[in-house]
């Protein structure tokens, strides 16, 4: 992709069932099919973000495994999308290391399936990054999605994606919502000069 997107799947602080705010566990399915994306589609780092010391063992365990000799001679594929995975332990320390990276502060943008309000599609994003000149920080939420905390510290939210059904019905994994975000942003990236 020709604009530089970093994605964020955050752990904490999530919302639960009841609007209250809580940390999630980490998946395999998650880390890995998110990867994948991110791989297929040019995003620069895919920051898996959760501050439970357990889970970063987890994490490291299973990032640390496709690196090995044997089990990257027999998924160099995985090996490789897993090679763009970085884990830390807040939003707060994504922004602080891609600010390394780039030399400046990206812009926060947030997603979710029930956004009142937002600051509008993939292209505006885009443009927005352009005449900032600031990278992406695209995050994503588990469990029942972000929490306020970190919606307030967003500089762009994202329209969510409403998709077909009849009653209006939008609640997608993380995985397919990742998926389609990053095939709207290429296409997107594609058709801007
Ligand atoms: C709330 S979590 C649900 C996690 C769930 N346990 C799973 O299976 O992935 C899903 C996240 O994907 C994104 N998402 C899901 N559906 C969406 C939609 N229709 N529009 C925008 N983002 C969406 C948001 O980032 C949201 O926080």
Redesign the pocket.
Known sequence: MKDNIYLGLVHAPICNKKGEVVTTSVTNLDIHDIARSCRTFGVSKYFIVTPLQAQHELVNRILGHWEEDKAAAYNPDRQDALAIARLVNSVEEGVKKITEIEGIEPIIAV???NFKENSGVESDLLNKARLDKRPVFLL???????HAHVLDQAHFSLE??F?ASEDGY??????S?VAIYLDRLARASETKK
């Open positions: 997603t979710g399936a994503f939420g588990t469990g029942w999605g972000l969510p994606i998709g939008n609640h997608l994994s993380v995985r919502a």
